[in-house]
């Protein structure tokens, strides 16, 4: 009795969380546009900064094909190239905005994605990719799910 309640409670609580997650609307933090990007990381493309992510690429493809008007028009994000390229990655914001590691610990393991068009020393993210939309002549568009 107590093994199927168990379960029973286990299961309960597995599909409120599956639920809460398909249920919770993205939510688009910040956008960091093409010439506002990392030292260390070419400018190929334009970020999204979101919560709530979908977690299958299924359901973050559908919801870029939903939503994409809607961030044109708000945000100029895509970016073209002259040639139609463009690029769009989105990562998750996590707990925000933070300083950038100190670069003099001999162990520094934090992985951070910094915008340094930012006027404050609390500039650098979290490094959490989550898709890349990308549109070129070559390829056509792909879409990655990391």
């Not at 162990?107 to 994605?113: I, P, Q, R, Y």
Request: hydrophobic share 35%; aromatic share 14%.
């Amino acid at each position: 009795m107590n093994n199927r309640l168990i379960a029973g409670v286990i299961a309960a609580a597995a599909c409120g969380y599956v639920l809460w997650q398909y249920l919770t609307p993205v939510e688009i933090v910040d956008v960091h546009g093409k010439n506002m990007c990392s030292k260390m990381y070419d400018c190929h493309g334009d970020i999204l900064l979101v919560r709530h992510f979908p977690y299958l690429k299924n359901r973050q493809i559908a919801w870029w094909e939903a939503n994409k008007d809607m961030i044109q028009a708000k945000y100029g994000i895509p970016h073209k190239s002259e040639d139609g390229y463009y690029n769009v990655t989105i990562m998750g914001f996590g707990d925000g905005y933070r300083t950038e590691p100190d670069e003099s610990l001999l162990f520094s393991t934090d992985e951070v994605f910094c915008f340094y068009d930012m006027p404050t020393e609390v500039q650098c993210i979290d490094r959490n990719l989550l898709f890349d939309v990308d549109l070129s002549r070559n390829t056509g568009l792909t879409y990655e799910s990391y």
